[in-house]
């Protein structure tokens, strides 16, 4: 949670006719109940350096996760590592300032280019060796590694994106560089839900608040996180707090007018009270002081209202939909100036392998090589992430698997 000064008031709001009342779904039920404190605190185990994690550069301890510690660095590889694990599609997004951002697709299968974010920052405070960041923003980081792993065994009607922004205690730089390429390519994004210390609760009152702003539509996501704590029954004593604070990342994506909340526990005075972690931004933000019961029923909240939006497909549903083949389509979108994303099917469990080529036929990045589950994917191309920048113009990619090969061609405007 990046440092602001100001203060915020609670808007006394009736909810608006136009609201969208949420239904129970039993799809979206059983997706609530399978989010568990005992992964969630597993996770943190890894993430504040209690259990060893091994990653291609080795065997590590993440003791922090500051952006100027090299385990900050280790930390990267071992959340694309997990994200991979579950299936996802999954890259690094570089960016000015030596960040990283790690960012996992999961295409929809009736409308693929409308896209929800889950996102959580994973740097934290101070800069020190020692700095384990239990709450901020391993709490965050944590549920949405738990919502790949729950949500990556559905198919869903619209595509989510895993997103975990690195240096936004420098600024938002990492969410900021996104949501500008965002903008830039006019993604669909219709919801974004940001985590952001969601495991202190020192008096177990269980109030959480939800910060929006009147960008877009970013009224309704905390309407509908209000029905779904209502419809599941979750516990939680949640707060409208408008206008929202600008300290975390979801301020990337208001300045972008895409549609924004924050999740976040007792941050502001708005109930005469601040139940506000005091261990903040300190070397003692350990594991121990997390509210088990507490980080359970935020991350229900956030990964119900995930579900919600994404339109869960059911069995029958799926059943009946066309046969998997082997398939590469266009890339979206195309032309593009920044980045741009190339969806694939695989007909049955294989080797899977997507190359660029330029206009001679030079290899110019491998995008995906690994075997694969049948299923839909997508990976994401950034000309930017390979040898230096790619210059502007004609390429080609081709996608290679098990006697299948298939080519197209997309056009990079700088």
């Known amino acids: 949670m990046k440092k602001e000064g100001a203060l915020f008031f609670v808007l006394i709001f009736i909810i608006s006719v136009h609201s969208i009342i949420a239904q129970f779904d039993p799809n979206v039920a059983s997706i609530i109940n399978q989010v568990s404190s005992d992964h969630l605190m597993d996770n943190l185990n890894y993430l504040t350096g209690i259990k060893e994690v091994t990653v291609p550069s080795g065997t590590f301890l993440i003791t922090s996760r500051h952006s100027y510690q090299f385990t900050n660095q280790i930390a990267e590889e071992y959340l694309k590592q997990q994200l991979e694990s579950f299936g996802l599609t999954t890259t690094m997004q570089y960016f000015d300032g030596g960040g990283g951002n790690v960012i996992a697709t999961q295409p929809g299968y009736k409308y693929p280019q409308k896209q929800i974010i889950i996102c959580a920052h994973f740097d934290n405070m101070p800069n020190s060796f020692i700095a384990p960041g239990a709450d901020d923003n391993a709490s965050g980081?944590?549920?949405?590694?738990?919502?790949?792993?729950?949500?990556?065994?559905?198919?869903?009607?619209?595509?989510?994106?895993?997103a975990l922004w690195d240096k936004e205690e420098q600024g938002l730089l990492g969410s900021a560089y996104y949501a500008y390429l965002a903008r830039s390519r006019n993604d669909d994004i219709i919801a974004v839900i940001n985590m952001d210390m969601i495991g202190w609760d020192s008096n177990n009152d269980n109030i959480a608040e939800i910060h929006y702003r009147n960008y877009s539509t970013s009224f309704s996501i905390a309407d509908n996180m209000f029905q779904v704590n209502s419809t599941y029954q979750i516990g939680m004593n949640l707060?409208?707090?408008?206008?929202?604070?600008?300290?975390?990342d979801h301020a990337s994506f208001w300045n972008n007018n895409y549609p924004a909340v924050l999740l976040i526990e007792d941050y502001t005075f708005s109930n005469g009270f601040r139940d506000f972690n005091t261990k903040y931004h300190t070397a003692d933000d350990k594991i121990d002081l997390i509210n088990r019961?507490?980080?359970?029923?935020?991350?229900?909240?956030?990964?119900?209202t995930l579900a919600t939006y994404a339109g869960i497909q059911t069995t029958s549903s799926v059943s009946n939909a066309q046969p998997l083949t082997y398939s590469l389509m266009q890339n979206y979108p195309n032309p593009f100036n920044s980045a741009t994303t190339i969806s694939y099917q695989l007909e049955k469990e294989s080797h899977v392998k997507i190359v660029v080529y330029d206009l001679i036929g030079k290899e110019v990045a491998v995008l995906v090589d690994r075997v694969q589950l049948p299923g839909s994917y997508s990976a994401y191309f950034?000309?930017?992430?390979?040898?230096g920048g790619l210059s502007a113009g004609l390429y080609f990619y081709t996608m290679y698997s098990k006697g299948f090969a298939s080519s197209r061609k997309m056009l990079y405007l700088k």
Do not use: M, Q, W
Not at 143 to 162: H, M, N, P, Q, W
Not at 239 to 248: C, H, K, L, N, V
């Open 141 to 162: 980081t944590s549920a949405v590694l738990e919502a790949a792993k729950i949500l990556s065994k559905k198919k869903t009607d619209y595509t989510i994106i895993y």
């Open 239 to 248: 707060e409208r707090i408008y206008p929202g604070t600008s300290a975390s």
């Open 293 to 304: 019961s507490y980080f359970e029923k935020c991350a229900k909240i956030a990964i119900g």
């Open 382 to 387: 950034d000309p930017s992430d390979y040898n």
